[in-house]
């Protein structure tokens, strides 16, 4: 069976740091990619990594100050938040591209595969 699970969530006030973790089981995955969901808001795009972790997209929002990467060996994906903001309370989902993708995409639809969420909340 198929599983993205993520972790790591919580509370952190604004200029904190927290490390978010999606591990994936039953399979490996090619592109991956973190995207959120603040209350009221649309699921939008966080940022995406390329199997070898040679390419990775960022949103605005977030370049420079979130990091995104994978250890294959665990079959993990990372995002690393630093410097964070209230705007950035959201839930956090991990997803898997489709799998015939050829390139990485920040499009979601091309997401198949989806975790259940972690949430994070960034006190001001």
């Known amino acids: 069976q198929v599983q993205l699970v993520e972790s790591g969530g919580g509370l952190v006030q604004a200029g904190g740091s927290l490390r978010l973790s999606c591990a994936a089981s039953?399979?490996?995955?090619?592109?991956m990619g973190w995207f959120r969901q603040a209350p009221g808001k649309e699921r939008e795009f966080v940022a995406a990594?390329?199997?070898?972790?040679?390419?990775?997209y960022y949103a605005d929002s977030v370049k420079g100050r979130f990091t995104i990467s994978r250890d294959n060996a665990k079959n993990t994906v990372y995002l690393q938040m630093n410097s964070l903001k209230p705007e950035d309370t959201a839930v956090y989902y991990c997803?898997?591209?489709?799998?015939?993708?050829?390139?990485?995409?920040?499009?979601?639809?091309?997401?198949?595969?989806w975790g259940q969420g972690t949430q994070v909340t960034v006190s001001s």
């Open positions: 039953g399979r490996t995955f090619h592109g």
């Open positions: 997803a898997a591209e489709r799998d015939e993708m050829v390139a990485l995409t920040i499009t979601m639809a091309l997401y198949d595969y």
């Open positions: 990594i390329s199997w070898s972790g040679g390419t990775t």
